[in-house]
């Protein structure tokens, strides 16, 4: 008998539930967030389970490819494309997994897009640079303004790192707004230093690769956005149409227009941040 599952991934646990193909219920129960524990009730049923559905959730990464190693189908639901049934008056936790689980019983569930294990931790590394070049800006801007509040002058990046320690002194009659700035300059000296380090990093992985050497021969699109493109995109076939590649970079407007007036929004944020 073909059962598939469902599991409500949580933070620190999941419920995990096993349908029949009649939505009867052959296994229900919530387990702590331990891959081992998780597997036992599913290995009972291994030959049967026709697949798993994971609701993609920031913390799928660890469920999703231990089923997929253990043997199992592992399935990615997409949330924002998944809507509850309405006629449900009581809804938790237990009744999420079957719902999942009932959905690839129909096989009528949004599926999300499983970034390959392999090439997904240089494409979190690249986030990563992303994460400390926004520290490193927001630490130009803080310096920047310390400098403007007590001089008038505006000051480049360049130009704060050229100024020597008496220059600064002489700029900044209080001993706490220079060594403030001292401080702050030492901090961008590591952050420059780290990202230099994760940008090698990933040019060293994808210098060879034939998407990111197609997408340097766009004029305007230098190293650094290519990488991200290359890496953010991955298999270009997963989108089945130029649409779908357009929505997913939050490129397509979400407006809700009845007789040419505005009647609000949808998932304005439906996409890739990255």
């Not at 901090?187 to 040019?203: G, K």
Request: charged content about 20%; aromatic content about 8%; some cysteine.
């Amino acid at each position: 008998m073909p059962l598939y599952g469902g599991i409500d991934l949580h933070a620190n646990n999941s419920v995990v539930v096993l349908l029949n193909d009649q939505d009867q219920v052959i296994c229900q129960h919530r387990f702590p967030n331990h891959l081992p524990t998780i597997l036992a009730p599913l290995s009972l049923h291994h030959g049967e389970v026709e697949g798993v559905v994971v609701e993609s959730t920031s913390n799928w990464y660890w469920l999703v490819d231990g089923l997929m190693e253990a043997g199992y189908r592992g399935h990615l639901a997409h949330p924002a494309a998944m809507q509850p049934y309405n006629g449900l008056k009581y809804t938790e936790d237990h009744s999420d997994a079957r719902w999942l689980a009932h959905w690839l019983r129909l096989g009528v569930f949004p599926e999300g897009y499983i970034y390959p294990k392999a090439e997904r931790a240089v494409r979190d590394l690249f986030r990563k640079r992303a994460h400390l070049v926004r520290q490193h800006t927001a630490n130009v801007l803080r310096v920047q303004n310390i400098m403007a509040r007590n001089t008038g002058a505006r000051f480049s990046v360049k130009r704060m790192h050229e100024l020597t320690k008496q220059a600064r002194q002489s700029m900044l009659a209080e001993e706490p707004q220079g060594l403030a700035v001292t401080r702050s300059l030492v901090v961008l000296d590591c952050l420059r230093h780290q990202i230099n380090t994760l940008e090698q990093t990933v040019h060293t992985r994808l210098h060879h690769t034939p998407s990111y050497e197609q997408w340097l021969t766009v004029p305007g699109i230098g190293t650094i956005l290519a990488q991200t493109i290359a890496l953010e995109t991955g298999d270009i076939r997963r989108f089945p149409t130029v649409g779908h590649s357009a929505s997913s970079c939050r490129w397509v407007d979400s407006t809700k227009l009845s007789n040419g007036k505005r009647k609000g929004t949808g998932n304005v944020k439906n996409g890739n941040p990255y």
